[in-house]
């Protein structure tokens, strides 16, 4: 009898876990970088892991403990030459979320994530990966002319600075590192043009063409249509108008946000279409957003389904955001967090077994 082929799915958190309402509490009454606050911070990203890995997770984030208000202003807050007046993101259930607004020059980074990172390698016992926030989604940051301070030179220094919290992510032994694009779809509801979506895509390229072919293999690029209080600012935009953009970054993983989609099989042919030969996509089959706990067949079967448009060799699966990407959010449980985590893994190893037992 022929043997099975063996068939290997990998499986990836996206990054935030929802953090202890004891830490909340404590951040809101003070300084996020309260040197009092280590130790509850240190508890938070051990716990983490260890429930990451009790979930039978290959791979394991920090749950974002530690970034501070959200994942994408982590590397900018606290920095003297910001306002907290910036840009505004709308959710579809009409609350809003800022983001910092750079009022000179020059524009540095407050921290990189290489330092979360160092944190999370001291107890994990398998692969760590991290989150960094794009290019595009900074950019958002210079709204207005500063004197003295061009959108050119402050393009030019936001370059610099995220090629180097990669570079530093890469050389400490990053898993992967996962450049977070949820304002990708975002971009298409603020412009139907698509002008600013083509800006966004060419602005990411400009910093992921700074890496050779080898070390993009180890980039990813993860999209979304938001989640924050179990809310999303732009799941109306048909994933026809971003997907074909979005294969043209120069990543080798893609995170693409699935399993709360109304049309799956809509989203999965485009995916067949753009995917390029050298690039994988890991697959949403969770929803964070949604209370109920997924059950591992019901990953399997989104699974099955996504490897009829997708060739396996391609294929992985994650979640389909953070849990808690701002760090106040707690309209989900870790214990859910964690719970939904477990389904994904289990599930992708169900659909593992039935696709080599098929091939």
């Known amino acids: 009898m022929a043997k099975s082929a063996s068939i290997t799915i990998p499986t990836e958190p996206i990054g935030s876990i929802p953090r202890p309402v004891e830490l909340i509490d404590r951040v809101a009454k003070g300084d996020s970088e309260d040197p009092d606050l280590a130790p509850l911070y240190e508890d938070a990203i051990r716990d983490t892991i260890e429930r990451f890995e009790a979930t039978g997770s290959p791979v394991v984030t920090d749950g974002e403990q530690r970034k501070h208000h959200n994942f994408a202003t982590y590397c900018v807050h606290g920095l003297p030459n910001t306002a907290p007046d910036g840009f505004v993101i709308p959710f579809s259930d009409g609350?809003?979320?800022?983001?910092?607004?750079?009022?000179?020059?020059?524009?540095?980074?407050?921290?990189?994530?290489?330092?979360?990172?160092?944190?999370?390698?001291?107890?994990?016992?398998?692969?760590?990966?991290?989150?960094v926030i794009s290019p595009s989604a900074l950019s958002l940051m210079y709204t207005e002319r500063i004197p003295d301070y061009s959108r050119e030179q402050f393009i030019d220094d936001l370059l610099g600075e995220h090629e180097t919290e990669i570079r530093r992510?890469?050389?400490?032994?990053?898993?992967?590192?996962?450049?977070?694009?949820?304002?990708?779809?975002?971009?298409?509801?603020i412009d139907p043009s698509g002008n600013l979506l083509n800006s966004f895509i060419d602005l990411n390229?400009?910093?992921?063409?700074?890496?050779?072919?080898?070390?993009?293999?180890?980039?990813?690029?993860h999209t979304c249509p938001g989640n924050d209080f179990g809310s999303p600012h732009s799941a109306?935009?048909?994933?026809?108008?971003?997907?074909?953009?979005?294969?043209?970054?120069?990543?080798?993983?893609f995170y693409i946000a699935l399993s709360a989609e109304r049309d799956r099989g809509h989203v999965l042919r485009i995916i067949r279409q753009y995917l390029k030969p050298d690039q994988r996509v890991f697959v949403g089959v969770i929803a964070p957003g949604n209370p109920r706990i997924e059950t591992p067949e019901e990953v399997c079967d989104r699974v099955l389904e996504a490897s009829e448009y997708i060739a396996v060799e391609q294929l992985g699966t994650t979640d389909d955001c953070g849990f808690s990407p701002f760090s106040d959010n707690t309209s989900t449980t870790r214990d859910a967090a964690f719970s939904k985590i477990k389904a994904r893994v289990v599930g992708t190893a169900l659909a593992e077994k039935l696709i080599g037992g098929h091939s």
């Open 95 to 131: 609350h809003t979320r800022r983001l910092s607004r750079l009022t000179s020059g020059p524009f540095r980074y407050q921290r990189y994530a290489d330092s979360y990172l160092d944190v999370a390698m001291r107890y994990a016992h398998v692969p760590v990966k991290q989150a």
């Open 169 to 189: 992510c890469l050389k400490k032994g990053a898993h992967k590192v996962q450049v977070d694009f949820t304002e990708g779809r975002l971009a298409v509801k």
């Open 205 to 221: 390229n400009l910093a992921l063409s700074r890496f050779s072919p080898e070390e993009r293999r180890r980039i990813g690029v």
């Open 236 to 253: 109306d935009v048909d994933y026809a108008e971003l997907l074909p953009s979005l294969f043209e970054l120069k990543a080798g993983n």
